[in-house]
DNA sequence: GCCAACGTTGGC
DNA sequence: GCCAACGTTGGC
């Protein structure tokens, strides 16, 4: 299973908005990005990502799993666009701010740091299982 | 709120 | 096909 990291401002969509929508999930609309919507179409049901706050958080806040395949985003007739839909699976007990990933060594290459404009990004099986063992929760 | 970095658009 | 101009994102 892969594993992924979804970005979002938690102003306009946060995770308490995303445990708001249950197991039913929601649909991850609105990315107008052609390398974040190849990721979100390379997604199998089931994978699972990161929940990140960006611009006024900063931090891994949860897990989430991808619950709809990529299919036409609702939001737009451009049918250039698509998106999966994810629900919420768990929080993190302690979230994990940018400022530790910027600390640890081998999380020096994440996209998160490389590309900070990348909204829906690919994460490795070893920095996912480091961020959950920070993070304080199951992987 | 600022601005650097990045992606996209469109004229040539 | 190049690249300048523009718009957006996101860390600070």
């Known amino acids: 299973m892969a594993k992924w990291l979804f970005k979002s401002e938690p102003d306009v969509w946060g995770w308490d908005h995303q445990v708001a929508k249950g197991d039913a999930g929601e649909e ?15 997604m199998a049901l089931g994978d699972l990502g990161f929940f990140y706050h960006s611009r006024s958080g900063l931090e891994i806040v949860g897990i989430v799993e991808v619950c709809a395949l990529s299919h036409s985003d609702s939001t737009t007739d451009d049918d250039r666009w698509d998106c999966v839909d994810i629900r919420a699976v768990r929080p993190l007990k302690q979230p994990v701010t940018l ?17 900070s404009r990348l909204s829906v990004q690919p994460v490795s099986d070893a920095e996912w299982a480091l961020i959950c063992k920070m993070g304080l929760t199951e992987p």
Not at 28 to 38: E, K, L, S, T, V
Not at 99 to 115: F, P, Y
């Open 99 to 115: 400022e530790q990933i910027k600390g640890e060594t081998a999380l020096s290459d994440m996209i998160l740091v490389r590309n």
């Open 28 to 42: 991850w609309d609105g990315i107008r990005n052609y390398q974040a919507r190849n990721n979100m179409r390379a």
